[in-house]
C-alpha cells in the first residue's frame, strides 16, 4: 500500500477548500401549462412572471396530467389516437436535509404513444400507465425512460374495447374488467395480472368503475355502491371494498382526487356536493353539500388542510377538510351552466405553490387567486378559450 503524504502548506490548501462555501441560493419556481378548448396548442406560462414562456402545437385540443414528480406533463389527445409528452424543465434532486432545484425551458419530447382513444392516465411511484379505450389496451413504461428518449413499452390487454383505466404497480398491473353484455357501459371489476400476463386472484367486483385516484401510499377507485382501496402488502396488491355509508343519499362518486400530506380522497356525489373520503376513518365519508351545481374540484398540494370547488355560479370554494366544510367563497366569473354537454368549455382549476389558478375559457383569461389570503390577484390574459390545466414547480435550492 502507498502512503499518502501531504505537506503542510497542501493541507491548509485542502482545509481551505473543504471550508469554501457553496454559494447555495433559495430558487423557487412554477410553471402552468395550459390547454386550449378549441385549438390543438398546450401554452407554458412563468407563474413568477406571468410571462409566456412556449406555446406547443399538438395533433389536436388535448387533455393535460402531470406525473407525480411533475418532471413531465401528457397531452392525451383522444380525438387524435396519440398522446404527446413535454418536459417541464423543472426537476428536484433530494439532498436529505435540503433539495435542489434545476429548471430549464420546456420542450415538447420526442416521444408520443400512438393508438386508438387514449383516455386514462396513471402515475403510480414513476410507473406510467396509458389506457385506450377504443383497444382496450394499456401501454406501461417508467418516466425515467421516457425522459431519456428511450421508453420500453409493456402492453397489457383487457378483453374487449371499452372506457378503462389501469393502474401499473410494481410487478402487477390493475385493469378495469369491461361490461360483457353493454360493452358501451362502465367497467364492472379490477383483474389483477402479473408480468406474465396470468391472473392473480379473483377479479374485484366494481360496478360503475369510474375514477381513480392515489394518496400516499392508498389507491382508490370509484364504484357504484362504494370505493375500492387498495395497497401493496407484501409486495402484492390487496384489494377491499369500502362501502358507501348507509347515511348517505343515493349517489356515487365518478371522479376522485388524493390528498397531499393528508391522505384521504375528494370524490363528487351527486352534482350539488362533494364527498370526503378517509378510508381509516371510523367515519370515513362525509358529504359537503355545495350551493349550486359543481364543476371542477382539486386539492392543494401545498396546504394540505385545503381543497377547491368551482361552481356553476362563478364561485371559487375553499373547503377546509379537516372540519368537513367550506370555509371560505369567492366570486370569479359570469356563471357557467352545467346544462348541455358535458364537454362544454367550463372553468378549470390548478394549484400553482402560493396561487390558486381558474380557467375562464369564455373570457380568455386566467384567474389568480392568493392562496393565503383567498383574495383575487392580478388576472392573466390568454387568446382562445384557456381550458385545462396543470401546475408544476416548488421550491429548492440551486449552486
Known amino acids: ?59 389536436v385540443p388535448t387533455s393535460l396530467y402531470r406525473s407525480d414528480s411533475g418532471r413531465t406533463v401528457f397531452a392525451v389527445q383522444g380525438k387524435g389516437d ?103 357501459e362502465l367497467p364492472v371489476g379490477i383483474r389483477v395480472t402479473d408480468r406474465s400476463g396470468a391472473t392473480v386472484g379473483d377479479v374485484h367486483s366494481c360496478p360503475d368503475l369510474h375514477g381513480e385516484a392515489a394518496s400516499g401510499n392508498l389507491l382508490a377507485i370509484a364504484c357504484a355502491k362504494g370505493v375500492l382501496v387498495i395497497k401493496q402488502e407484501g409486495g402484492k396488491p390487496s384489494i377491499e371494498m369500502l362501502p358507501y355509508d348507509q347515511a348517505l343519499p343515493e349517489g356515487k362518486s365518478t371522479t376522485l382526487v388524493g390528498g397531499r400530506g393528508l ?67 369567492l366570486k370569479l366569473t359570469d356563471p357557467y351552466s352545467m346544462d348541455g354537454h358535458w364537454s362544454d368549455p367550463r372553468p378549470r382549476i390548478a394549484v400553482a405553490g402560493s396561487r390558486i389558478v381558474v380557467s375562464d375559457p369564455l373570457k380568455g383569461a386566467l384567474h389568480v387567486v392568493d392562496a393565503e389570503s383567498f383574495k383575487q390577484g392580478t388576472d392573466i390574459a390568454l387568446e382562445g378559450k384557456p381550458f385545462n390545466l396543470v401546475a408544476v414547480g416548488g421550491s429548492g435550492e440551486t449552486h
Open 263 to 329: 391522505q384521504y380522497f375528494l370524490g363528487n356525489y351527486g352534482p350539488n356536493a362533494v364527498l370526503l373520503i378517509d378510508p381509516r376513518s371510523e367515519e370515513a365519508f362525509r358529504l359537503i353539500d355545495l350551493p349550486t351545481r359543481r364543476v371542477h374540484f382539486t386539492v392543494d398540494p401545498v396546504r394540505a388542510k385545503f381543497a377547491y370547488v368551482f361552481t356553476e355560479d362563478g364561485q371559487l370554494h375553499r373547503i377546509d377538510v379537516v372540519a368537513g366544510k367550506i370555509d371560505a367563497s
Open 82 to 184: 396519440v398522446i404527446s409528452v413535454l418536459s417541464s424543465g423543472i426537476s428536484f434532486g433530494d439532498h436529505g436535509d435540503h433539495g435542489d432545484i434545476h429548471v430549464e425551458a420546456p420542450k415538447l419530447l420526442d416521444v408520443t404513444f400512438e393508438g386508438k382513444k387514449p383516455s386514462h392516465f396513471v402515475d403510480h411511484g414513476g410507473d406510467i400507465a396509458l389506457f385506450f379505450d377504443g383497444e382496450g389496451k394499456a401501454r406501461m413504461t417508467r418516466e425515467a425512460d421516457i425522459l431519456e428518449g428511450k421508453p420500453a413499452i409493456r402492453e397489457v390487454a383487457t378483453s374487449a374495447p371499452h372506457h378503462g383505466v389501469a393502474v401499473a404497480m410494481g410487478e402487477f398491473a390493475l385493469t378495469t374488467v369491461p361490461n360483457f353484455e353493454k360493452p358501451d
Open 1 to 59: 500500500m502507498k502512503n499518502l503524504c501531504v505537506s503542510a502548506s497542501g493541507l491548509a490548501l485542502l482545509l481551505g477548500l473543504a471550508t469554501v462555501p457553496s454559494f447555495a441560493e433559495e430558487r423557487t419556481a412554477w410553471r402552468l401549462f395550459v390547454s386550449d378548448h378549441a385549438a390543438a396548442v398546450v401554452h407554458a406560462i412563468d407563474m413568477e412572471s406571468g410571462q409566456m414562456l412556449e406555446t406547443f402545437n399538438v395533433k
